[in-house]
C-alpha cells in the first residue's frame, strides 16, 4: 500500500509498504477512507511544529472501513464503516487518572501522525476501543471531521463565560475557528468570527450558525456587529498563536483568552492587568475524556454541519495539491496564507464515499 511519510521538514513522500494486518487479539485494521489536513501536519511539514518522528506515516483526522479484526474483538465487525480516535491514553499515568488524558506520559509511540504510524495510507491499525461505528446516514466525510470536533469541544469546556451574552470573538476562520463558532453557537454564545484573508472570509460567510457573523477586522466587527467602536473583549478564541500581547490589554474585567494555535509565538503581558481586571490566560490541545464521543454525537445528530465546512477532497497521489490549498507549499518550501478559498481539505487514499 502508499503511505506518506515523513523524513524531516519539507522532506515527505509517497512510499509503498507492507500491508497492515491484524496480528493482535484487539486489533482492528481499517482501509482508509479519508483523512483531513490538520494544522499539526503543516506544522509538521514545515517544520514550525518539530513533534514528529521521521519515517513517520502522517495523518491522524481519519474514517474508513473495517477490514481485519482480531478474534477478541465484539464491538466492531468487518465491513464496519466507523471513524477513529487517533490518540490512545494508558489510563494509569497521572495525567490520565486526574482527566488529562492529551498529555498521557506513556502515549510517545502511540501518537497517530506523531509517533505512530497514521492515516495517510491505504491502511491503518488500532484497537476496539478506538474505533467508532457510523451510522448509515451520515457519510465518512463528514465523520472524519470527528477528531478536530473533539479537540474544539475540550477547549470550549474550558470556557465558562461570565454570561452567554458576553461579546465572544473568534479569530481565524480556518478549520478550527469555524468549529469553535459552531460550538461556543450551541453553547448559548454569538460568537463574532475576525478573518482577514479575503478567501477565506467568504467561504467562512455562508458557513456560519444563524445570528453570527465573520468581518475582515476586529475594528470592523466592532463597528460592524456591536455598533461600539470599543466593544469590549469578553471571550476571545485565537487560532493564529499571535495575537496575545496585542488583545490582552483590551480585555474586558473577567475576560478569558485562550489560543490553540501551535506556532511558536513570544509575547509580553502586563501580569498587573492580569490580576487587577480578574483575566484568564489559558491553552487547549487535543481530546480530553468523553470530548471525542460528544464531537461524534454533534456530527451524527446533524447539530453540527460537518460536511459543510470540507472544501475539497484530494487523492493521496496528489497530496501536494492539497497541502498547498492551506497555504503549504511542499515543493517550494514555503507556509504562509493561503491563496485560495478553503476550509477543511480530505485526503482519500482509497475508494470515495459518496
Known amino acids: 500500500m502508499k503511505a506518506l511519510k515523513f523524513d524531516g521538514a519539507w522532506d515527505v513522500a509517497l512510499r509503498e509498504v507492507p500491508d497492515l494486518h491484524a496480528t493482535g487479539d484487539d486489533d482492528v485494521v481499517v482501509d482508509i477512507r479519508y483523512c483531513g489536513i490538520c494544522g499539526t501536519d503543516l506544522g509538521i511539514v514545515s517544520g514550525s511544529y518539530p513533534v514528529a518522528v521521521p ?30 480516535n487517533p490518540t490512545p491514553y494508558c489510563g494509569r499515568c497521572r495525567m490520565c487518572q486526574t482527566q488529562r488524558i492529551n498529555h498521557c506520559v506513556n502515549k510517545h509511540g502511540t501518537e497517530s501522525g506523531v509517533s505512530y504510524d497514521g492515516a495517510y495510507a ?6 476496539s476501543a478506538f474505533v467508532h461505528r457510523v451510522p448509515d446516514n451520515v457519510s465518512l466525510r463528514a465523520a472524519a471531521l470527528t477528531e478536530p470536533l473533539s479537540c474544539v ?38 460568537p463574532v468570527v475576525v478573518e482577514h484573508a479575503p478567501e477565506r472570509l467568504e467561504f467562512a460567510r455562508d458557513r ?53 494555535g501551535l506556532k511558536e509565538k513570544w509575547a509580553s503581558i502586563d501580569t498587573m492587568l492580569l490580576a487587577d481586571r480578574s483575566l484568564s490566560v489559558i491553552g487547549s490541545i487535543d481530546s480530553l475524556h468523553g470530548s471525542f464521543v460528544e464531537a461524534f454525537h454533534l456530527i451524527t445528530s446533524g447539530r453540527l454541519p ?21 497555504g503549504c507549499d511542499i515543493d517550494g518550501r514555503r507556509f504562509g496564507p493561503a491563496e485560495q478559498a478553503s476550509c477543511k481539505v480530505l485526503i482519500a487514499p482509497g475508494d470515495v464515499d459518496e
Open 55 to 84: 519515517g513517520v506515516t502522517l495523518g491522524h483526522e481519519a474514517s474508513g472501513v473495517v477490514a481485519e479484526i482480531g478474534p477478541a474483538v465484539t464491538s466492531i465487525a468487518v465491513g464496519d464503516r466507523v471513524v477513529i
Open 122 to 127: 491505504g491502511r491503518y491499525r488500532t484497537t
Open 153 to 190: 469541544v475540550a477547549g470550549a469546556r474550558k470556557l465558562q463565560p461570565p454570561s452567554l451574552s458576553a461579546y465572544t470573538y473568534v479569530f481565524g476562520a480556518g478549520p478550527l475557528g469555524l468549529l469553535y463558532t459552531w460550538v461556543l453557537s450551541l453553547k448559548g454564545l454569538t
Open 208 to 260: 456560519l450558525p444563524d445570528g453570527t457573523a465573520a468581518y475582515a477586522s476586529l475594528e470592523e466587527a466592532r463597528t460592524k456587529y456591536f455598533d461600539d467602536p470599543q466593544a469590549p473583549l469578553d471571550i476571545v478564541v485565537d487560532t493564529t498563536s499571535n495575537l496575545l500581547e496585542e488583545l490582552f490589554p483590551q480585555m474586558a474585567c473577567g475576560g478569558t483568552y485562550m489560543s490553540i
Open 306 to 326: 460537518a460536511e459543510r465546512l470540507i472544501s475539497e477532497v484530494v487523492p493521496l497521489a496528489e497530496y501536494r495539491r492539497g497541502f498547498a490549498a492551506l
